[in-house]
């Protein structure tokens, strides 16, 4: 599985931007998906994470009600809605790919993307 991240930018607080993270591989549908961050001399962050068959779907503590997971199979896609965004919000953003759920939950998935860059303004 290859993984392309995209839509990251600057906004400022309170603004949104949509994340996408375009999959390749046959075997895609068969991947629970992930977004993993990271700011700037911290250490990677779980953000969110959707199981295979879409019905699943895990948040962390901060992001929870702000941001939406959600994939496309037919497009072999992966969303991240992110809402009402915070300065601390600021990270490179990356999608992830496992089969196992834990392993992706727990920031240690089989498949990374390149990360795209958020940045939220005050």
């Known amino acids: 599985v290859q993984l392309q991240a995209s839509g990251g930018g600057l906004v400022q607080a309170g603004g949104s931007l949509r994340l996408s993270c375009a999959a390749s591989?046959?075997?895609?549908?068969?991947?629970?998906m992930g977004w993993i961050r990271q700011a700037p001399a911290k250490e990677r962050e779980f953000v969110a994470a959707i199981g295979w068959t879409g019905s699943a779907t895990s948040y962390a503590d901060s992001v929870k009600g702000r941001f939406t997971i959600s994939r496309d199979k037919g497009k072999n896609t992966v969303y991240l809605q992110m809402n009402s965004l915070k300065p601390e919000d600021t990270a490179v953003y990356y999608c992830?790919?496992?089969?196992?759920?834990?392993?992706?939950?727990?920031?240690?998935?089989?498949?990374w993307g390149q990360g795209t860059l958020v940045t939220v303004s005050s």
């Open positions: 992830a790919a496992d089969m196992n759920w834990s392993d992706l939950v727990q920031r240690g998935a089989e498949f």
């Open positions: 591989g046959r075997t895609f549908s068969m991947y629970n």
